[in-house]
């Protein structure tokens, strides 16, 4: 089984990424899985979608066509997004524009780890996600999500930088929704292999 990480913050050395790697380490900690495939979109490496990507343009291979394989290889997925204004940035709706066809990311489970700096926020990238980015993919959101709330004093590799009682929650509540993944990704292994999910006659969701 593999899983991939999205990393949907468009700043080095983000919050997100952080957490990202994070869960990464647990999975492999864990052996909930036998292969971890982590993307970042620091810097905002893609362009945004066009219809050239229809066309089955050359250009669109180099942009993304190691990063669509290795996606499409992928059994399940960890979608870790931030709040900016309370958003999802750019660049991560931008993703699943391109990563739209195929059956790259069609009928397979992903978690969402939304990121807040703060200790209010990380609601509305959830609600984003969950009613905006499914449609033609396909992608299907576990019930379960992770809110990581002032984002900056947990998951730190120095533990003295943690805040301990908010780290050891976040940490097992972690664990307990990468678990509830892995469950899902065996599940849905087998939907996809019963030969009654279709791409080719309902191209788009309604």
Same mark, same amino acid.
């Given at each position: 089984?593999?899983? $991939?990480?999205?990393?949907?913050?468009? #700043?080095?050395?983000?919050?997100?990424?952080? *957490?990202?790697?994070?869960?990464?380490?647990?999975?492999? @900690?864990?052996?909930?899985?036998?292969?971890?495939?982590?993307?970042?979109? @620091?810097?905002?490496?893609?362009?945004?979608?066009?219809? %050239? *990507?229809?066309?089955?343009?050359?250009?669109?291979?180099?942009?993304?066509?190691?990063?669509?394989?290795?996606?499409?290889?992928?059994?399940?997925? =960890? =979608?870790?997004?931030?709040?900016?204004?309370?958003?999802?940035?750019? $660049?991560?709706?931008?993703?699943?524009?391109?990563?739209?066809?195929?059956?790259?990311?069609?009928?397979?489970?992903?978690?969402?780890?939304?990121?807040?700096? $703060?200790?209010?926020?990380?609601?509305?990238? *959830?609600?984003?996600? #969950?009613?905006?980015?499914?449609?033609?993919? #396909?992608?299907?959101?576990?019930?379960?999500?992770? *809110?990581? #709330?002032?984002? %900056?004093?947990?998951?730190? &590799?120095?533990?003295?930088?943690?805040?301990?009682?908010?780290?050891?929650?976040?940490?097992?509540?972690?664990?307990?929704?990468?678990?509830?993944?892995?469950?899902?990704?065996?599940?849905?292994? %087998?939907?996809?292999?019963?030969?009654?999910?279709?791409?080719? &006659?309902?191209?788009? %969701?309604?």
């Amino acid at each position: 089984m593999k899983i $991939g990480i999205i990393c949907g913050s468009h #700043r080095d050395e983000s919050q997100s990424e952080k *957490i990202g790697r994070y869960a990464a380490a647990q999975l492999e @900690a864990q052996k909930l899985c036998d292969e971890v495939f982590v993307y970042s979109l @620091a810097g905002s490496p893609l362009p945004f979608w066009d219809e %050239g *990507i229809w066309a089955g343009e050359a250009r669109w291979d180099d942009y993304a066509g190691d990063l669509l394989t290795a996606l499409k290889s992928c059994d399940a997925f =960890v =979608v870790v997004t931030p709040e900016w204004h309370g958003m999802v940035p750019s $660049g991560l709706k931008n993703l699943f524009l391109v990563a739209n066809g195929d059956g790259i990311l069609a009928h397979k489970p992903a978690l969402i780890i939304s990121v807040s700096g $703060g200790a209010g926020g990380g609601t509305y990238p *959830i609600a984003e996600l #969950r009613m905006s980015s499914y449609k033609n993919s #396909r992608i299907c959101y576990l019930p379960e999500h992770l *809110i990581v #709330r002032n984002a %900056g004093s947990v998951f730190n &590799t120095d533990d003295d930088s943690n805040d301990q009682e908010s780290h050891t929650y976040l940490h097992g509540r972690l664990i307990y929704c990468l678990e509830m993944l892995r469950e899902y990704a065996l599940a849905f292994q %087998g939907i996809r292999a019963s030969g009654k999910v279709t791409l080719e &006659t309902y191209t788009n %969701g309604m």
